[in-house]
């Protein structure tokens, strides 16, 4: 018994007693093993109707019964199977298929299931790769395609076979709620599972901060450091929050310190960068060597919060640093404006470092004559201050700062705020600048004072022949 298609696959079917065999232009194809004789070989749509004599059923005597068969061939399963008494033909017509069958001639008429009903009567049998083969090949919705691949991973999650369920939850990524399936696997044991759906999210782009954050703590529970280092490091295509990232590998240990600094360097997250290396890390050259590659405005928020910790561990390298970034020296990029951060501003990170403090200060005033009055009144206290712990009556260093003060008081460009500077100086009984700030002000009457006070008279009778214009005041003596 042999059969053409006329359809585009252009196919011949043959029918032997074996098997039925599919040929198409090029080749031989597949063949259904069917033992018994072929009387009839029908197409109807994609459904293949064979009518074969059934060896295995016993038949009234005197009676043929045959095997009616139809195939999808499309989707590779038998849609109807039932036996039928002496087939004389089959054919189709007005949408249905028609068997004429018996001695009598009994016509039946044979009806196609719509796809929702192929589809329930393909669920309840659990046939559920047989119910998207068929609703792929009827052009089903996406929605409907979703529900059959949810109620595929449930039927194996059911049975046990996450790794079966997991595959097809990924298939419902866009459609189906991330948490419904997150939930069935936040036990520990199926945490391989849930972390196959969550990368499945961060390719497809669809993660929120909390997938991301349950991800790289399923590495870490894992302690999968090559599926960490290819999340955070290889670039293929995940997407993901950064911070958020950073956060969880930071709060991970320091196995993980690396996998934040990296995220944090290649996102120009400084403040993180610096965070982790002082808090966390604690190399604070590491640290400082990433604020010298800043551009300015960086470089300069991040020296004004992390300067106090820099300063303690490198006082020289830091303040070196500053001296770039207070006069004008800072140019890490071609196209960078060329600006100058304020000294004042970083007086409170020398809190426990004075000596690098007073440099800092004598090289501002020395490259930058017009600093602030701040500047110069923190220098001027730091020459007069004498603290215990340092040892400035050795080698006359009292005496040498008291010269530096005096030289600062006198120098021309110097923007010191008197009053401030005069009660430094009075604070620390320094006789050389009061009366230098007094002359500067033109406060005769104080320098009087301030010999009569002494009792030095012979400066004082000094002072009113310098100044012989100062109209007399009477001082009365008990």
Not at 65 to 93: G, M
Not at 274 to 279: A, C, D, G, N, S
């Amino acid at each position: 018994c042999v059969l053409s298609d006329e359809s585009a696959d252009c196919q011949f079917v043959m029918g032997r007693s074996e098997a039925v065999h599919f040929y198409d232009v090029e080749d031989k194809g597949p063949c259904f093993g069917l033992e018994g004789g072929k009387s009839v070989l029908h197409w109807f749509k994609s459904f293949l109707v064979i009518v074969y004599l059934d060896t295995r059923q016993r038949a009234p005597s005197g009676k043929t019964v045959h095997q009616l068969t139809v195939y999808d061939i499309r989707n590779k399963y038998v849609a109807y199977s039932a036996p039928f008494p002496d087939v004389q033909a089959v054919l189709s017509e007005w949408g249905a298929l028609y068997v004429v069958s018996g001695q009598d001639r009994k016509l039946f008429r044979l009806e196609e299931k719509s796809v929702n009903n192929k589809l329930e009567i393909l669920f309840k049998k659990n046939q559920y790769e047989m119910a998207i083969s068929l609703a792929r090949n009827q052009r089903y919705d996406k929605d409907g395609l979703v529900d059959i691949f949810r109620q595929y991973g449930d039927h194996l999650y059911a049975k046990g076979d996450h790794d079966g369920a997991i595959k097809q939850y990924v298939k419902t990524i866009k459609s189906l709620e991330p948490s419904y399936v997150i939930r069935r696997f936040l036990d520990a044991q199926r945490i391989h599972n849930l972390t196959t759906y969550l990368e499945a999210l961060h390719e497809q782009s669809l993660a929120t901060t909390d997938h991301t954050t349950l991800l790289l703590n399923c590495y870490t529970k894992l302690k999968n450091v090559d599926k960490m280092e290819g999340f955070i490091k290889s670039g293929k295509g995940f997407s993901f929050d950064v911070e958020t990232a950073i956060k969880v590998c930071r709060q991970a240990g320091e196995q993980y310190y690396d996998y934040a600094l990296f995220l944090a360097e290649k996102n120009q997250q400084h403040d993180w960068y610096m965070r982790i290396e002082i808090e966390d890390v604690g190399n604070y050259e590491r640290a400082l060597n990433y604020i010298a590659r800043l551009e300015f405005t960086e470089a300069e928020n991040n020296l004004k919060k992390y300067g106090k910790a820099l300063v303690n561990e490198l006082p020289v390298a830091t303040t070196n640093l500053l001296k770039q970034l207070c006069t004008g020296a800072w140019k890490r990029f071609p196209t960078e404006r060329v600006l100058k951060a304020k000294p004042e501003e970083f007086v409170h990170i020398y809190v426990q470092q004075k000596s690098q403090l007073l440099e800092f200060l004598e090289h501002m005033v020395k490259a930058e004559p017009d600093s602030s009055s701040l500047v110069y009144n923190t220098l001027l206290e730091l020459y007069l201050h004498r603290e215990k712990t340092e040892k400035l009556e050795v080698a006359g260093e009292r005496e040498r700062r008291a010269e530096r003060a005096l030289e600062l008081l006198k120098s021309p460009n110097a923007t010191f705020n008197i009053d401030q500077a005069l009660i430094l100086a009075q604070m620390h009984d320094f006789r050389a600048g009061i009366l230098h700030l007094y002359e500067k002000a033109r406060l005769y009457r104080q320098i009087l004072q301030y010999y009569m006070d002494q009792n030095e008279y012979d400066h004082v009778i000094e002072t009113c022949n310098d100044h012989g214009k100062i109209r007399a005041v009477p001082y009365a003596y008990t």
